[in-house]
């Protein structure tokens, strides 16, 4: 190991790199020594590399854990600015550990990172090695609350993870560190007796006083100014906090208010590290910016109709963003061409993980000509009596560099003006493309954005190339810093990377040729097929429709796919767990049999040619890694009685003002059982519900779950059996984490329908109460997910529609009322509409006219009843009655004043018409039938006697008296109405 620090480092001082020491006191990342954190900071130039040993004191487990220690080697480098290259030069520095990038799949998968307590983020990818993450490679965005510029590039090269990969041992202690020495021998005492000591003998009250001694000092260091002692009090004060963490002795409040002193803290040592490099006058200097490239000025001419290529060439983008931006690159490509007179074929677009690529066919070589006229001031003010011009016209006319003879007459919408022709000559298709084509660069945006060594583009990940060609020639396109050229990249590892592109006709078959598959269709399809042939031959299936396989497609340019085993005694483990390790972590397909068992198998696809056997190997050992852990985690789990494990949850944060998950949990239980009282359950179900929201959430304290957090429910239906809980408790716990996606599968039983509303209930009104609802495409807790959740398990369960959306609200709010946070009925109002608005875009999607979705809209307070209402509907849609009795209550809502109130003095009616009609609505609202259906059916018979009061009496009666009886009959007719739909929205849906 030794030798591959040595490695690193010579690697990485050949180019210019400086060498620094590993920081004096503990970090948990190397990103927290001074070097890179403080460094990263300002406009000075800074390129180091170093040994970080990182100390997470909850890491600790003993020395017995193969893969977790408290202190664990990093190797850290930092590039400022972005020299442009940097994965490749990554790339080159695995080579000098003697690792054969050409052998091994290497990939750079989306790993975004932030640090809310010091105030950054940044955009990157883990690195993987044939599975394994051996590297965090980061463009930094912000550090201490300040936008970075220049950006950074971060490399944190996890050494003890990428040692075992290459010496093939599975336990850390088995690493070869020195001739002779192996880790164990050279560090397992001390990762024994740390993790004693953090886990079990640090003495809390010491650490606590630790904590504020070393806060204080922090403090008045930065009162003297002093940025670089006070940074290294937080950091002191991190670690003692990391202590008290890893001995349990941290509550949700002090959490909260250690984050926000320590964050506090560490933005002014950024702020003030920066003020102070500015008064010494940045003695690095600055660093360069890159020029802008060049503008065309000169555009050759093609002849006859070509094909057009554009590629634009990236870095690896996340795998939902590849088919995002090819969608977006297409749309503004047509948008964009369309506004141009420049004829073309079809628009085709295509991406990879590398590339987008658009081709146009049957380019025109120029636009043709247009005319356009130019218009001046009226005829009767350009010419006087005489017919001579007049200052107007001469003044347009020598505007336009023409004699006031050449104007002539032309009329706009009835009006005579004065007016010249003018031909617009049409530009060559390499000048309209040009232009064209530097726009769609310029404007291409993502969900979340950043910057690196361009001075002014933004995107998803950096943009590194262009290719522009119509047929063979070039089309020179401008954006920023990049200029387009003739050349393509190919896979890194390629013996030229970089190729030349003579023509866009046959671009596609060009990049085939280099083992690139640019349809995504293709891919996907080649995917499918190789991993549906490789399960065969163990007898099993992989699932081909997964949203896995979509990413998987995005994650390579050429599918390699491999079939790689594990040992069958990780089968014992529940297969959920088994299947979250491969899917979520690994994007491995795992590989079943007819009847749905899990087989000891998975398939896992690589990017491009490989060692197969070194690559599967790489993959059975990861797997076999996390797998190591989970059965760790599993056994650790099952000594613990899960009261013990809730009583965890207690340490768990949940949000500042709501407190820990302990105190969510237990309001999720008062509300499950208001919720359960209301809708009236059967005792068996309710004695369920009593019990299992006794337990809510109490694998949140589990080990397991605290590691794969998507397991929640699934482990707590496994503990609970296992712990001897009714099968019935333990599904109501796993019901209740369901729905997990849009459209995921619904709870299935009652208690833990009513369990998750309430779960659901109480996270909708207490975030929104403390203002922490979502905006724009910012929605950390969920709650668009959990406002969505209530609509699918009110519509799955009619008979919990006594649970409406305002009731479950208000229950939960007298919930979060009792820790003595307010809640404003405004509030509950605006999370109630928020509901209502997910029931109205999941009628949508599901292809419900709009009209209907408008007219049922005012049930969805209760889906489920609006569900029945919307189903009626369709079958009346077609009666010419009912579009009758549409019609007609609709003309009482438009007639009637909308303040005017309800009730009548039926004596004051004397009008037959009137009479009748008072009469026929009397009988009907007697025998009100339930529902749309039967509110029709008695409805129907009010059509012709509206209609004929209509027609027959004068509503607005001069005497006061019959005026007010009229229109409170109508309001009466109205209000009886309004309940069953919005029938104006209907109406408008009939008379269309």
């Known amino acids: 190991m030794q030798d591959a620090l040595l490695a690193l480092t010579r690697y990485w001082t050949e180019r210019g790199a400086m060498v620094v020491q590993p920081f004096n ?285 554009f590629e634009i060439g990236t870095e690896e983008l996340p795998p939902h963003e590849v088919t995002r931006t090819v969608a977006a690159v297409e749309r503004a490509l047509t948008d964009k061409l369309a506004a141009t007179r420049l004829g073309h074929g079809e628009i085709r677009a295509y991406a990879t993980p590398r590339r987008v690529i658009a081709l146009v066919d049957a380019v025109e070589p120029v636009e043709p000509d247009a005319e356009r006229t130019v218009r001046g001031p009226r ?164 699932d081909g429709a997964s949203a896995l396989v979509d990413e998987i497609t995005n994650l390579v340019e050429e599918p390699n796919a491999l079939l790689g085993s594990f040992d069958a005694r990780y089968l014992e483990l529940p297969a959920d767990i088994l299947t979250t390790v491969m ?105 369920t519900l009593g019990r299992a929201a006794a337990l809510a959430k109490f694998d949140l304290g589990s080990q397991m779950v605290i590691e794969l957090t998507s397991l929640a429910g699934t482990m707590a239906r496994e503990y609970a059996k296992r712990a001897g809980e009714p099968e019935a408790v333990a599904q109501a716990l796993y019901d209740m984490e369901l729905p997990r996606t849009g459209g995921g599968a619904v709870p299935t039983t009652v208690p833990g329908a009513v369990l998750a509303l309430a779960d659901r209930f109480d996270l909708l009104a207490g975030l929104f109460a403390v203002g922490a609802k979502p905006t724009g495409s910012s929605d950390p807790f969920g709650l668009r997910r959990a406002g969505a959740g209530v609509v699918a398990i009110l519509r799955a369960f009619p008979r919990l529609r006594a649970l409406t959306v305002p009731f479950g609200l208000s229950t939960a709010a007298e919930r979060v009322r009792a820790q003595g946070i307010e809640v404003d009925d405004a509030v509950l109002a605006e999370v109630a509409e928020f509901v209502k608005r997910r029931y109205e875009q999941v009628l949508l999607d599901g292809g419900t006219p709009h009209e209907q979705v408008a007219a049922v809209l005012p049930l969805a307070d209760a889906p489920a009843v609006a569900d029945g209402t919307l189903s009626e509907l369709g079958g009346l849609l077609a009666d010419p009655g009912f579009a009758g009795l549409v019609a007609a209550l609709q003309r009482v809502r438009r007639i009637v004043p909308a303040d005017t109130g309800p009730g009548y003095d039926p004596a004051a009616l004397v009008e037959p018409a009137e009479v009748e009609l008072h009469q026929v609505f009397e009988k009907a609202r007697a025998g009100g039938g339930v529902g749309l259906a039967g509110f029709t059916a008695s409805a129907n018979a009010l059509t012709e006697p509206i209609n004929t009061f209509f027609d027959a009496v004068l509503v607005m009666a001069p005497e006061p008296q019959v005026r007010a009886a009229r229109l409170g009959l109508l309001a009466e007719i109205r209000d009886w109405a309004a309940p069953v739909l919005d029938w104006q929205a209907l109406g408008t849906a009939l008379e269309a």
Not at 172 to 177: G, N, P, T, V, W
Not at 451 to 465: E, Q
Not at 529 to 537: D, G, M, N, P, R
């Open 583 to 687: 899917r979520k972590h690994q994007r491995y397909l795992p590989v079943r049999d007819a009847d749905e068992n899990l087989l000891p198998h998975f398939v896992a696809v690589a990017n491009g040619a490989c060692d197969h056997d070194t690559v599967r190997a790489g993959n059975e050992a990861v797997l076999r890694a996390r797998y190591e852990d989970a059965s760790f985690f599993w056994r650790a789990d099952l000594r613990t009685p899960p009261e013990v494990m809730k009583e965890g949850i207690a340490k768990l944060a949940f949000e500042q003002k709501l407190g820990s998950v302990a105190q969510r949990a237990d309001r999720i239980a008062r509300i499950a059982a208001r919720l359960g009282e209301t809708a009236g359950l059967s005792e068996e179900d309710t004695a």
């Open 25 to 309: 006191t503990e970090v948990g990342a190397g990103t927290l020594n001074p070097a890179t954190v403080l460094r990263v900071l300002g406009p000075e130039p800074w390129r180091v590399a170093y040994v970080e040993p990182s100390v997470r004191p909850d890491d600790a487990r003993y020395g017995e854990n193969p893969n977790r220690l408290q202190t664990h080697t990093q190797f850290q480098v930092i590039l400022k600015p972005d020299p442009g290259n940097p994965q490749e030069l990554y790339l080159g520095s695995l080579q000098a550990l003697g690792i054969d990038v050409g052998a091994h799949d290497v990939r750079f998968v989306e790993d975004n990172w932030a640090s809310p307590a010091l105030g950054a983020w940044g955009l990157g990818w883990e690195v993987w090695l044939d599975g394994l993450e051996i590297t965090q490679f980061t463009y930094f965005q912000q550090a201490g609350g300040q936008t970075l510029d220049p950006v950074s590039v971060e490399i944190t090269y996890g050494v003890e993870r990428i040692m075992m990969a290459l010496q093939g041992v599975d336990h850390f202690k088995d690493i070869a560190y020195a001739p002779g020495i192996s880790y164990g021998e050279a560090f397992g005492q001390a990762e024994y007796e740390m993790s004693r000591f953090y886990l079990d003998d640090a003495d809390v009250e010491t650490q606590r006083r630790l904590f504020e001694d070393y806060a204080a000092e922090a403090r008045r260091l930065l009162d003297a100014r002093l940025p670089v002692p006070a940074h290294i009090h937080v950091l002191k004060c991190s670690h003692t906090f990391n202590v008290l963490d890893a001995r349990g002795a941290v509550s949700t409040t002090e959490r909260a208010k250690a984050f926000a002193r320590m964050r506090g803290l560490a933005r002014e040592v950024a702020g003030l590290w920066s003020e102070r490099r500015a008064e010494l006058g940045h003695p690095l200097g600055t660093a360069p910016v890159l020029e802008a490239a060049p503008v065309p000025t000169e555009f050759a001419a093609v002849e006859g109709a070509r094909t057009l290529l």
């Open 379 to 542: 005829a009767s003010a350009a010419f006087d009596a005489e017919g001579n011009p007049t200052k107007a016209a001469a003044g347009f006319a020598r505007g336009q560099g023409i004699d006031p003879a050449e104007l002539r007459r032309v009329e706009v919408d009835g009006v005579e003006y004065v007016g010249i022709t003018r031909t617009d000559l049409g530009r060559g298709a390499v000048e309209v493309l040009s232009g064209v084509l530097a726009e769609v660069v310029a404007e291409l945006r993502a969900d979340k954005n950043m910057r690196w060594n361009d001075p002014k583009l933004s995107f998803t990940r950096p943009i590194r190339w262009l290719l522009a060609l119509l047929g063979e020639q070039p089309v020179p396109v401008a954006v920023s810093a990049l200029a387009a050229g003739r050349t393509t990249r190919v896979h890194r590892t390629a013996a030229e990377p970089v190729v030349e592109v003579a023509s866009a006709e046959g671009y596609l078959e060009l990049l085939a040729g280099h083992g690139i598959v640019a349809d995504q269709v293709d891919r996907r399809a080649r995917v499918v097929a190789s991993a549906t042939e490789l399960a065969a031959t163990v007898g099993g299936v992989v």
